[in-house]
């Protein structure tokens, strides 16, 4: 029997992470051959190990509106700098304890914290036989600092497969594997796994808006809805989810929780890519207000219209069928 692994992310900092490791489950369930099986393994571990004091520090109110505030408009030029001073510490986790044969890391991780903090642990694995396969997964900034952070560590890495969210990616790193697909980002997979439809008392129209510039335009959406649920995609920490529910915003540590509200609700808007796709994975409409360079990722499955009006996802499946058999023959070759 083969063991899969599933490198799952951490989700109380953004849960959106969570719905793209739904839905990369439900991919490598239906990919998985006869003689495998799936073990999900967490990040959890030696994220809290490396980024504890930093994440500590947002419990302040006062540096947690600084950190905004910089943010805000220098995240390009600031973000993967300030990762690159971390060092990796060594802790303990589950795969001290399972044997792989493979393990499959989704998402946005071809970026320079995810490097600092697992490489080491991602090497010790590819050394010892493991097959690391990246899939629906992305950059960040893409910066000139990124892309080259990057690319030297898939070249010490030598994934067995490296398969992409979007075209960005892509063009950077089809070099570095010798398997490679161009595909889709993980959460248009998250209608494979079941959440109630069907069961909302009245309409609703969701607001998803956790960009600090985007303030004033969540108002304006507000006022032409009578009936907007306001939500926010990041539970930590304590104190600034008891302000958030204190203001009437849903706000939850169960990925669950909101897709149930995505899948039920009459129309999204939002600025966060990850509240737009488990939207459209459901077959619902929904408009993204963001200039991120996340956008790309939908062009993989023709919704470029998400970005300027209500859009709808049609023939979903057939995308979804593709990369289900590429990774299907990955496993099958392991």
């Known amino acids: 029997m083969k063991n899969i692994g599933l490198f799952t992310s951490v989700y109380f900092n953004n849960i959106g992470n969570a ?14 051959p006869s003689n495998a099986q799936l073990v999900k393994v967490s990040q959890f571990q030696s994220f809290i190990n490396t980024m504890s004091s930093g994440m500590a520090l947002r419990e302040s109110k006062v540096l947690r509106a600084i950190w905004r505030s910089v943010m805000k408009n220098h995240a390009s030029k600031l973000h993967d700098k300030m990762y690159s001073a971390l060092s990796s510490k060594k802790t303990i986790n589950l795969m001290d304890f399972v044997s792989l044969d493979a393990l499959v890391i989704p998402g946005c991780v071809l970026t320079v914290p995810f490097f ?41 890495l030598k994934p067995s497969a490296l398969m992409f969210r979007d075209h960005i990616a892509h063009s950077h790193y089809k070099d570095f594997s010798e398997n490679t697909y161009n595909g889709m980002d993980n959460a248009f997979f998250v209608n494979r796994t079941y959440i109630p439809k069907g069961i909302a008392k009245n309409d609703y129209v969701v607001l998803n808006f956790d960009h600090p510039k985007n303030e004033q335009l969540s108002k304006e959406l507000e006022g032409k809805h009578a009936n907007a649920v306001k939500t926010n995609n990041k539970p930590f920490p304590l104190s600034y989810v008891k302000n958030l529910l204190v ?8 990925p669950i929780d909101y897709l149930t509200l995505l899948a039920n609700a009459k129309e999204v808007h939002s600025d966060r890519v990850h509240s737009c796709i488990p939207t459209l994975s459901f077959g619902g409409v929904c408009r993204i207000y963001s200039d991120s360079k ?15 009006e209500l859009t709808k996802a049609t023939d979903l499946h057939i995308y979804q069928d593709r990369q289900i058999q590429y990774l299907n023959n990955i496993f099958e070759n392991i």
């Open 19 to 32: 719905f793209i490791d739904i839905g990369a489950q439900a991919t490598i369930e239906a990919a998985l």
């Open 116 to 156: 600092k903090i697992y490489e080491k642990e991602l090497q010790h694995l590819s050394d010892n036989g493991v097959k690391i396969i990246f899939l629906g997964a992305s950059g960040n900034y893409y910066t000139d600092y990124e892309v080259n952070y990057v690319k030297a560590c898939l070249q010490r």
């Open 247 to 254: 203001n009437n915003v849903f706000v939850s540590d169960s």
């Open 294 to 308: 996340r956008l790309a990722l939908f062009d993989n499955v023709n919704l470029q219209g998400v970005t300027k």
